[in-house]
């Protein structure tokens, strides 16, 4: 197997160099990932201005590894698109420093290589540890990401989806086990700083504390960490909402067609 290891946290974390390790024994390992950290940066496209790509040294032997200039989604594209010869079966991407849950994974660079992955059709899963100091031990997040990888992912995700997996920050022993677990909701505690430059101008910092969530609604990723599991949530990449087609569907709108003064009508 050949496998694709991303991250946010940039292409020095400590989170991606356990995750690569994690790997070799499932075969060929190849890193490509920011070089500096780019998390939130969620799905984003460099569309405006050139990608660079640099052989960049890294922690772990017999990992070839790239660094580039943009974001993760960029660098598991330009990974798929081309710049890899020998052709990828699997991308995971992490191990991230924190947790990504609930509407996280609107924001988090981690999942979007992993959604990445998925629009050129290669299963992917994103790995991030539910701990967000900078000692963090990856270790027992690393087994998981073995464990896990060790199911022949490539034969068993669908297209279009993706495995997020959150590890509590616990020794491995004390981890209680799996959780298979759909996204909680999030609390923001977000505040608007604004402060003044030296110049008179204002600017703005998108401040406050970390994030926090509903812990008992249970079979949550929220809950599950909470309670000292791994959650595991597949992802589908189509967003619909069902329940709502058929409600839009009572309001009309589809019985509707351009009139002659400028307004719809039936
Ligand atoms: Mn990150």
């Known amino acids: 197997m050949h496998i694709l290891v991303s991250n946010d946290d940039g292409i020095g974390a400590p989170g991606i160099a356990a995750l690569a390790e994690a790997m070799l024994p499932f075969g060929k390992v190849t ?37 580039t200039s943009d974001t993760p989604s960029d660098s598991v594209a330009v990974a798929l698109l081309g710049f890899l010869k020998d052709p990828v079966d699997l991308v995971v991407s992490g191990i991230n420093r924190g947790a990504n849950m609930g509407q996280d994974l609107t924001y988090s660079g981690t999942v979007s290589a992993a959604f990445e992955a998925v629009i050129w059709r290669k299963p992917a899963i994103a790995f991030s540890l539910a701990d967000y100091s900078e000692h963090a031990d990856y270790t027992a997040a690393a087994a998981v990401a073995r464990q896990v990888v060790s199911l022949d992912m490539p034969r068993r995700l669908p297209p279009l989806t993706l495995l997020n997996i959150n590890i509590p920050p616990l020794p491995l ?5 799996f959780k298979i677990v759909h996204q909680g909701l999030r609390e923001y505690n977000d505040d ?25 609604e249970e079979n949550t990723d929220l809950w599950a960490i909470h309670n000292g599991y791994v959650s595991i949530t597949p992802i589908h990449l189509d967003m619909t909402n069902y329940a709502m087609i058929r409600e839009i569907s009572s309001w009309g709108l589809d019985r509707l067609t351009p009139g002659a003064n400028g307004h719809f009508e039936e």
Do not use: C
């Open 173 to 177: 022993g004390q981890i209680k086990g």
């Open 31 to 67: 890193v490509v990932a920011p070089d500096e950290n780019q998390s939130a940066s969620g799905h984003r496209k460099t569309m405006h201005k050139p990608l660079r790509i640099d052989p960049a040294p890294f922690p772990v032997e017999g990992v070839e590894a790239y660094a």
């Open 192 to 216: 608007l700083v604004t402060r003044m430059d030296p110049y008179g101008r204002p600017y703005y910092w998108i401040g406050g504390t970390a994030p926090t969530g509903d812990m008992t």
